[in-house]
């Protein structure tokens, strides 16, 4: 039986919530965020059900395998208005309103976008990406130009969220209790922060979350959840953004994406072993027309795909920009986590 590619129902929130601990408690920054992992699981189900309700510019995708649940990814519609309301927040060093941060490498300011577009197309018509990008090159000096984000916490204790009658949750988005929600909160902020710096505040799709079963891999499950994202890009003309764990840009490297930068944030003070944990930032732009390298990529998809059968609503998703409403404008609206 071929698996299956299709949204996900509110009934797959607890196994989605599974699959996130599976795939990620293993994360040195995770497993400083959250002292209890047990409870991850259900806070990552109520949140997928609170976006599957409240939040239209964002999907749930899973791979089935009959009536299991092998893999899933989260993909979230950035809107042009989304991107501005938060444009001061590209270069700052301040406190947040949830914890103090010290000392910030920000990224560097947006400029102007006429000229990030220039060497963006310059980056293209080279057929240059990341590291392969020779010197001089328009993606070459864009990189430089962005230093990774670096954090460092002085203060570590989790806070409560004033207020309310529920005690199951703390900090800004509503963690759970005994979370360190500074460094949760201040995760959440640098990603952000990277992805509005990387799409130029313009329309985009974010992968936040995929997962899969450590049974399922190397059966093409990844592949398939990135590739849909990315086909959605090039059908509209919008780029895509995700936050890669180290291991597994290889992945995105292969689906299209480029390396743009790195965010990193101290450990040092939480007791972990590790002091700096850093991941990296992938941006993936369509080309105006195919080249080589991009049949080549549609090709390697095809060569898969007869081991997958993409169910019709999965078919017809496409950015619903007119309605997407931006969770970091509505505080009381469906918590968006970025962990």
């Known amino acids: 039986m071929p698996l299956e590619l299709c949204e996900a129902t509110e009934a797959d929130a607890a196994r989605i919530g599974e699959l996130w601990r599976q795939q990620f408690g293993g994360s ?61 927040s590209l270069d700052y060093d301040s406190d947040l309103e949830y914890g103090t941060v010290g000392s910030l490498e920000s990224l560097s300011e947006v400029g102007d976008v006429e000229q990030e577009e220039l060497e963006r197309t310059e980056a293209r018509n080279g057929g240059v ?11 070459q ?32 988005v509503g963690w759970p209790i005994g979370t360190n929600s500074q460094l949760a909160d201040l995760w959440s902020d640098m990603r952000q922060t990277s992805l509005l710096k990387a799409t130029l505040g313009k329309s985009s799709l974010w992968l936040l979350y995929l997962a899969t079963d450590p049974r399922y891999q190397r059966r093409g499950v ?20 995700t936050i890669s764990p180290s291991g597994t840009e290889e992945l995105f490297r292969k689906r299209g994406f480029a390396n743009f930068g790195k965010i990193s944030i ?19 732009e369509p080309m105006a027309r195919p080249t080589p390298k991009d049949l080549a990529y549609e090709n ?20 619903r920009s007119n309605e997407q409403k931006s969770w970091s404008q509505d505080v009381n609206g469906p918590r968006l986590i970025s962990v």
């Not at 209890?36 to 939040?55: A, G």
């Not at 990341?130 to 001089?136: S, T, V």
């Not at 101290?266 to 993936?284: I, P, Q, V, Y």
């Not at 060569?303 to 017809?316: G, N, P, Q, Y």
């Open 28 to 88: 040195p920054r995770i497993q400083a965020t959250f002292t209890n992992l047990d409870k991850v699981p259900q806070f990552i189900s109520e949140i997928v059900v609170e976006q599957m309700r409240d939040c239209p510019g964002t999907f749930w995708l899973v791979v089935r395998d009959g009536q299991e649940i092998c893999g899933f990814a989260s993909w979230e519609l950035i809107a042009p208005a989304d991107a501005d309301a938060d444009a001061d």
């Open 129 to 139: 990406e990341g590291d392969d990008a020779p010197e001089g090159s328009g993606y």
């Open 141 to 172: 000096q864009r990189q430089e130009s962005n230093p990774p984000v670096r954090h460092v916490l002085e203060e570590t204790n989790p806070r409560r969220m004033e207020g309310g009658d529920d005690d199951r949750w703390e900090g800004f």
């Open 222 to 241: 990844a592949k398939a959840l990135v590739h849909i994202g990315t086909q959605i890009c090039v059908q509209q003309s919008i780029s895509a953004f």
């Open 266 to 284: 101290n450990l040092d003070s939480t007791g972990h072993t590790e002091t700096w944990h850093e991941e990296s930032c992938m941006l993936f």
């Open 300 to 319: 390697d998809f095809v060569d898969d795909s007869a081991a997958f059968r993409v169910s019709e609503t999965v078919l017809m998703l496409a950015p």
